[in-house]
């Protein structure tokens, strides 16, 4: 791993292993569903907590997801420590090595549910409204994202990306 980039790694290996798998196994699945000859790799814990690369002719697509098991009565929003962190290692990930690609798809997979954020919250110095819908519903639903929301998600993940790579 890249000295400069943050390591990751949980701290309890076994917390959420057995999503993982179900994950893992679940994408190999679907890819095996879309084509039975499918040449693709899978791998748990490598450089998110589940990576599938598909070949196809001389491309490769990954795709990198982050897993978080949690009950199902727990809310993520935008700005939850979990989802905050997932977006900054995604953004690693983007920086470092796949920049400029269509090759590269990034999943966040919780068995939690998303939240609303608060009624208001500071973005960039300026007092907004949170939007009607979630954002991470938005991000998930959306198939084009309001310039608010962008603007909103950009600056969560830079004000997080500044606190996690102060000291570097």
């Not at 090595?97 to 500071?122: I, M, P, V």
Request: aromatic share 10%; charged share 30%; net charge negative.
């Amino acid at each position: 791993m890249n000295s400069d980039v943050i390591n990751r790694e949980a701290s309890d290996k076994t917390k959420g292993f057995r999503l993982q798998k179900l994950r893992a196994i679940k994408l190999m699945l679907e890819t095996l569903e879309k084509d039975e000859n499918a040449i693709f790799y899978t791998a748990i814990e490598d450089v998110e907590d589940v990576s599938h690369t598909t070949l196809s002719g001389s491309e490769a697509e990954k795709y990198y997801e982050e897993d978080k098991n949690y009950d199902e009565n727990h809310n993520f929003t935008i700005f939850s420590p979990e989802v905050k962190n997932t977006l900054v290692s995604f953004f690693d990930i983007y920086v470092t090595s796949w920049r400029g690609s269509d090759e590269l798809r990034l999943g966040f997979y919780t068995t939690a549910s998303y939240g609303k954020e608060r009624n208001k919250f500071l973005i960039d110095g300026e007092m907004l409204d949170a939007p009607i819908t979630p954002i991470l519903e938005s991000l998930l639903t959306e198939p084009k994202l309001t310039d608010e929301i962008v603007r909103m998600v950009k600056s969560v993940v830079l004000k997080e990306y500044e606190a996690q790579y102060a000291s570097k």
